[in-house]
């Protein structure tokens, strides 16, 4: 794993897991991919927590209108 040219966001879950499991792997490469993986699961559950609000509004909406 290049640390140069290493972008998480390019690899697929696959590849992410083969590095994990890599003989060649260092606890250093390790702990930022967890470092990374973190920060994107938590930007993840915000934007799904965005989507939900915006899904109630919109049923909110769409039951008002009906209501009419």
């Keep these: 794993m290049d640390?140069?040219?290493?972008?998480?966001?390019?690899?697929?879950?696959?590849?992410?897991i083969g590095i994990v499991q890599s003989d060649d792997v260092t606890a250093e490469q390790l702990d930022l991919l967890a470092?990374?993986?973190?920060?994107r699961n938590r930007q993840l559950q915000?934007?799904?927590?965005?989507?939900?609000?915006?899904?109630s509004q919109i049923e909110r909406r769409l039951k008002?209108?009906?209501?009419?």
């Design 3 to 16: 640390q140069e040219t290493f972008n998480i966001d390019r690899l697929s879950a696959e590849e992410i």
């Design 35 to 39: 470092a990374h993986t973190l920060h």
């Design 46 to 55: 915000q934007q799904v927590e965005a989507l939900g609000k915006i899904t």
């Design 64 to 68: 008002e209108l009906k209501g009419r």
